[in-house]
């Protein structure tokens, strides 16, 4: 069996894969990052990249490897690097977001990222071809990394069989279509059954409200040994992209492998229960040009709560952690949201609700080291009904149960799967629906949870848990490096 992976757009990857700790090495890079210029789309771009790479390098790891990248900015912004799906358990240092685990690299400055990879197993490189023989399986990992959209993954002709879905194992699950959100990635078995010629393979999106988005479709070639290069290659029959229903068949589908490698069981009590509900919303808007309304621009809350990433008040949500600082965030996150409505009903905003306008603010859900939390993520349609992939960072999650309309304990806690539920870092909670997530808080430190749809999180559809220190060294955060950027 062959490994490949399909990848519509990144910056740099990491290819893990399970071997024996006996041979754990450090791996070392360096990453360059700077503005480089090139044709794209037929005019001329310029984009951001590591070592003036497009796609950007590859790290290649194994289990119990120590990763070790040198970031020396050379662009003109302030940056960082989050690693998607690494848990940093231990390394909260290397985690990424900007002002919550560290300030920023400036321009012109470096920082060090280090971290264990520990019951992990991911990759993130890119191909457009794929060159296969009659009769084989492979193993595809396809990974969205879009800023803004979900999509389709389709290959004419052929279907899969679903291994894992971010970096967790499920039990085989087959269908001809893959549906992925920003930050999503799932592990396929693909068998080359077809006669032989060429297929194409599409990224399509999946479009779950009438925002306007890039509506192109990406294309790769699956070529069979011995087709012919004059042949055109055979189209998929891709979904409308507006099916939720298939969307959701998929989601919902996926579940645990039970037993299997790094498989963790349900927590069954609970210490932490949240209702937290989230959408997009309003702020107000005195600006000339930029207002979404009159008087008023987009904005976006976590239970009435729009959150603001600590600019200018001189530590990381981390740091100020570390050392006790305050200032910088403060423990109030609620709950539950101040009132209740009808959440996936839009609202009539024009009138000034003030359901819409949730105060700016930077606050954390403080919860003690391995307490589990129960969450019901509740999406919301003040403005507008939409499919959101939520990511937690730091904790991976079993997904219990997901459904559409307002969540309702009494009917849908029945459904609950505690038997072998699917193991997430990003949940896309279903359009005008909900989903119910739990985890165990044992990686004590400031985590974030956002909107992985890029635009959402600026506007402040977010938050962050403060797991408290445990009660060893291991179990506690530990000092941060001397070089740590400065806010």
Not at 131 to 154: C, D, M, P, S, W
Not at 371 to 391: D, F, G, K, Y
Request: net charge neutral; hydrophobic share 40%.
């Amino acid at each position: 069996m062959k490994r490949f992976v399909f990848c519509p757009a990144w910056a740099f990857a990491l290819l893990l894969a399970s071997f024996s700790l006996a041979s754990a090495v450090v791996v070392e890079h360096t990453f360059n990052v700077e503005e480089i210029s090139l044709q794209r789309l037929c005019r001329p771009q310029v984009i951001t990249a590591v070592n003036r790479r497009v796609p950007g390098p590859t790290i290649n790891v194994r289990e119990g490897d120590t990763v070790v990248v040198h970031v020396v900015n050379k662009s003109p912004y302030n940056l960082t690097l989050h690693w998607h799906g690494i848990l940093q358990l231990g390394t909260q240092w290397s985690d990424g977001p900007e002002y919550v685990t560290q300030c920023p690299i400036p321009s012109g400055g470096n920082y060090t990222y280090q971290f264990h990879i520990t019951e992990q197993e991911e990759t993130t490189p890119e191909t457009y071809k794929l060159n296969v023989k009659r009769g084989k399986t492979y193993l595809l990992r396809i990974i969205n990394a879009a800023l803004n959209e979900q999509h389709f993954f389709k290959i004419a002709n052929h279907s899969f069989t679903v291994v894992a879905v971010d970096a967790a194992y499920t039990k085989q699950y087959h269908t001809d279509v893959l549906v992925l959100a920003p930050g999503h990635t799932v592990d396929v078995l693909f068998t080359a059954n077809q006669k032989i010629g060429s297929y194409y393979m599409a990224f399509t999106p999946y479009r779950s409200s009438d925002v306007g988005i890039n509506n192109s479709t990406t294309r790769g070639v699956v070529v069979y040994e011995g087709a012919s290069s004059l042949a055109k290659p055979v189209d998929p029959n891709l979904p409308d992209p507006f099916d939720t229903p298939t969307a959701h068949k998929f989601y919902t589908n996926i579940t645990g492998l039970v037993g299997g490698p790094h498989w963790v069981p349900v927590p069954r009590k609970v210490d932490e229960h949240m209702f937290i509900t989230f959408g997009i919303g309003l702020d107000h808007c005195n600006e000339v040009a930029g207002c979404a309304l009159p008087n008023s621009k987009l904005s976006a809350s976590m239970n009435n709560e729009s959150f603001v990433l600590p600019r200018g008040r001189g530590f990381s949500m981390l740091e100020a952690f570390y050392g006790n600082i305050s200032g910088v965030y403060t423990r109030n996150f609620p709950n539950r949201p101040p009132f209740e409505f009808n959440y996936t009903e839009p609202l009539s905003i024009l009138n000034g609700d003030p359901i819409a306008f949730a105060p700016k603010s930077t606050k954390v859900k403080t919860v003690k080291f391995n307490s589990t939390i129960q969450i019901v993520l509740q999406n919301t349609a003040i403005l507008a009904a939409e499919n959101h992939p939520i990511h937690i960072h730091g904790f991976n999650f079993h997904v219990l149960a997901q459904g559409f309309g307002n969540y309702n304990a009494t009917r849908d806690e029945p459904k609950f799967n505690l038997v072998n539920p699917q193991i997430r870092n990003t949940i896309a909670v279903p359009v005008a629906g909900w989903a119910v997530i739990r985890f165990q808080a044992n990686n004590p430190g400031i985590w974030l949870m956002h909107c992985h749809l890029e635009t959402h999180l600026p506007w402040g559809l977010g938050m962050a848990f403060e797991v408290e220190n445990g009660p060893t060294p291991s179990t506690r955060v530990p000092p941060p490096p001397a070089y740590l950027p400065k806010c």
